[in-house]
């Protein structure tokens, strides 16, 4: 574990943004990740994304969330409506995202926290998924942007959670991008073999939408470059 | 061209689920939104016992609720995984106080949602164990991979399960009394033509007139093999080989035996596999004590027949007569 104490914090209300933030992303981008998953993949990727965040929305409007817990809860019932693997692999990542809250529902983490809860949540899609780090999936994106947003966190005392979570969005875009040069070994994809390189692996550019989600949403600007998705 | 009788097909799995449930009253009871069917007077005081996985398999799932049997089944797609969601709700309504067995299918989809499924039903205190079906020898290729796949089995494994939930055995024995049914009960396959998929007006793969599908799963996937036609007694022996050079039987053994119909496979044809069966068996000296012949575990309308073998002793034969009442079986 990180040391808690002197890590910056992420601000009150993150939960809310974060998640509302990262649901204009997600179906800002949905038909470009579809169709990434078309061209090396099952193309059921876009219509788990979009499905997703409809369950999202009903999540939200049946009971609204009061807390960075209540607001990851939301996400994570969602992807578990899903179907495909995406659905339940995304649904217990953002399981361990909600768990980094606590129960009672009056703190949001720190940034240190949160980086643990995003470690634990590739500990677990590696559990469930079976996939290594360079299988070309979500976790290729991830991997990188925790031990960027972890350097950044110990290399200067004085980095703020913003700070520290642009350089995870950086290294998570960068990776996102560079599965194109990859094969995939696990997942849908790699029913497809080499017909997917040349193809950034939709799972892991998701995984940076989330990742620049969350950097959009502690620092209140809510806007995240879908630019490179394509 | 073939025609299915349907509406809108996306509504096809929850108007036949409720159809179920409307022709057994007394008996079953539909949770829509997650799309499960429970019984309609549940156990109490006893092991839960929930399954599912994608429709197009029927009477499986749902056909087996009922006394002796499953507690809740929950329905995904046509042959696709009911969602996590699904699979937590049903799985949390098997739940009497006394934990939940899973018995799934070995699907990656199935096996990854139930599982999940039962990660999280910790959260409200509920032990499960999951009992992984994987009884289809055609798909035994070696350690790396998904192995192999779960079909007609699992009503042995349902039946058995079942029974022992019923006479008040605990979670860890009910899981390991259905493990050792799916350890040694073995099936192979084979099918004279697709299924078609409602709505589709076509098949989901072509064989020639000459020609059948040697080891064919129940989702309308190819087989490794193809194999010439023949007759009756030919294609029970095409099944029968396999079968026998992976069960080592010996003479004086006794067999639970399910002829299963694999969707449009008629009666008579598979009484004539059953008799083909009996026949072969009874030459090596092997006795059938038990069997089930008809549609259990279908794949849409495929033209085909499996046969499952299990070895029989007096614990599971007594597990296998035990009383059960659902709409698929019933003694």
Sequence with gaps: MTEQTSSPALPAGFGRAFVLTLREAFVGAADDLGDLDRRAGDGDFGTNVRTAMKHLDANLEADPPTSYREWLTALYMAWLGVGGTSGPLFGMFFRDLAKAGDEAGRSVPTAAQFGDALAAGQATVQRYGEAKIGDKTMIDSLDPAIAALRAALEADAETSAVEALFEAEDAAVAAATATAQTTARRGRASYVGDASRGVIDPGAAAMALVIGSARAGADGSGAVDLSWVA | ?331
Excluded at chain 2, 55 to 62: K, T
Excluded at chain 2, 165 to 190: F, K, P, Q, W, Y
Excluded at chain 2, 252 to 259: F, H, K, Q, S
């Design chain 2, 1 to 331: 061209m073939r025609r299915s009788i349907v509406n809108d097909p996306e509504d096809l799995v929850p108007e036949a689920l409720e159809g179920l449930v409307l022709s057994h009253p007394r008996l079953l009871e539909l949770e829509a939104e997650h799309r499960f069917i429970t019984r309609k007077e549940p156990a109490r005081d006893k092991v839960g016992l929930v399954s599912g996985g994608g429709s197009g398999h029927e009477p499986l799932h749902a056909g087996f609720v009922g006394t002796g049997m499953l507690d809740v089944a929950v329905a995904g797609a046509v042959f696709a995984s009911p969602t996590a969601l699904q699979v937590l709700a049903a799985t949390k309504a098997a739940d009497a106080g006394r934990g939940v067995v899973q018995i799934v299918k070995n699907y990656t989809g199935d096996v990854l949602n139930f599982r999940i499924a039962g990660e999280i039903s910790g959260d409200d205190a509920i032990d499960t164990e999951i009992v992984l079906v994987d009884d289809d020898i055609a798909t035994d290729s070696g350690e790396d991979g998904p192995g192999r796949r779960g079909t007609a089995a699992t009503v042995i494994v349902e039946k058995v399960c079942g029974a022992a939930a019923e006479e008040g055995a605990g979670l860890a024995d009910v899981a390991a009394i259905g493990r050792r049914v799916a350890t040694s009960a073995r099936t192979m396959s084979l099918a004279l033509a697709a299924g078609t998929h409602p709505g589709d007006d076509r098949p989901q793969f072509d064989l020639g007139d000459d020609e059948i599908e040697l080891g064919v799963g129940i989702h309308g996937e190819r087989a490794a093999k193809r194999a010439s036609f023949t007759d009756a007694n030919g294609l029970t022996d095409l099944l029968l080989e396999p079968l026998l050079s992976e069960l080592d039987l010996s003479r004086g053994d006794e067999v639970l035996a399910i002829v299963n119909g694999l969707g449009s496979t008629y009666p008579l044809e598979l009484q004539l596999v059953a008799r083909a069966l009996h026949h072969r068996l009874g030459d090596a000296g092997i006795e059938i004590g038990r069997s089930l012949v008809g549609p259990y575990v279908t794949s849409l309308d495929m033209h085909g027949v499996s046969i499952t073998l299990m070895p029989l002793d007096d614990e599971l034969r007594r597990l296998w007569d035990a009383p059960v009442r659902t709409p698929a079986l019933t003694w």
